[in-house]
């Protein structure tokens, strides 16, 4: 199964790590940032989460021709904290995580892809209950509206909760193919060739089916509150919107308190609990670029615990 890890080089270098590193894979994958990151602790631990358990199948065969210093998690990642606590571990070296779909999930048959004529799922985790499909059939105008403002920036997102609530008085959307013809009713051929809205609106329904920035919000102070001084937290993010939560939480947690900036003696306990490494988010090269389109609109942020 082919998959390209994304800023892979970059991440790994950025966890910073030893033999004896105890790190954890926050998303799994297809176990690309895994493999390499077992290849670097020898006599150290790895714990890996992953909500989708062909992820888990297949990473389990990938990572045992490896080593066997790791475990594997089929848990969403937001349960970072009470997982490992159940397994006893408190804190950890390093934690990565790689946010958006893997290119298997986009070409396997779950409808993430407006690229070709599927079922509308897009769930990550196929046990849960809500998918793409229910959402498109079973929210309002409102409801739907306001999902494709906030997680797909869609400027037209009026005219196209309208085409799609008017489309199924007749028929069920059930296709890919049938919520880009409701797409493109609402806005129009000139529009919707010329800037591709179902994009954006593809995104905005995988964000709301998997929860991915509320969980993404609530993980973070949990993986911060996890390292070990001098551990080290890498976050690939794949929009904009993710790219701001992180951000912004990096920020909160590595600026002074306005009390006692400036002082020249600072007490401990208001000295931030960790530093910014990444001024300005990394980049993928040219020449990964050149190799792989989807990481076009990739961006790593580091932060280390002090």
């Known amino acids: 199964m082919k998959h390209y890890t994304v800023l892979k080089k970059e991440s790994i270098e950025g966890l910073n790590l030893n033999e004896s590193s105890i790190v954890v894979d926050a998303t799994l994958g297809y176990g690309g940032d895994s493999k390499e990151i077992l290849n670097r602790i020898k006599r150290g631990k790895l714990f890996a989460f992953d909500r989708d358990k062909d992820a ?98 869609e400027k037209r997102s009026p005219f196209i909760a309208k085409a799609i609530i008017e489309r199924r008085k007749t028929k069920r959307i059930e296709t890919t193919k049938e919520l880009c013809d409701a797409i493109l009713e609402g806005v129009g051929a000139n529009y919707y060739y010329k800037t591709h809205p179902e994009r954006n609106i593809f995104q905005a329904i995988r964000i709301c089916v998997n929860q991915e920035l509320t969980d993404l919000e609530a993980v973070l102070p949990d993986a911060i509150s996890l390292l070990n001084k001098g ?67 990739a961006k790593l942020r580091i932060l280390e615990r002090l």
């Open 56 to 153: 888990i199948n297949y990473s389990d065969a990938l990572l045992s021709e490896v080593g066997d210093n790791y475990t594997l998690i089929h848990s969403d990642f937001v349960h970072m904290k009470e997982k490992l606590k159940e397994l006893k571990v408190d804190k950890v070296d390093a934690i990565l995580f790689d946010l958006g779909v893997s290119s298997p999930q986009l070409d396997e048959n779950r409808g993430f892809s407006f690229m070709r004529d599927e079922k509308l799922d897009m769930r990550m985790n196929r046990e849960e209950d809500v998918t793409a499909e229910d959402v498109v059939n079973q929210y309002s105008y409102e409801e739907l509206k306001n999902i494709f403002y906030k997680y797909g920036e």
């Open 231 to 297: 551990g080290r937290l890498c976050v690939v993010t794949f929009h904009s919107l993710e790219d701001r939560i992180v951000k912004n939480i990096f920020k909160k947690y590595s600026e002074e308190n306005e009390l006692v900036k400036g002082l020249p003696e600072i007490p401990e306990e208001y000295k931030p609990l960790c530093k910014v490494i990444t001024k300005k988010p990394i980049l993928p090269s040219k020449e990964e670029l050149e190799e792989n389109s989807r990481s076009a609109s």
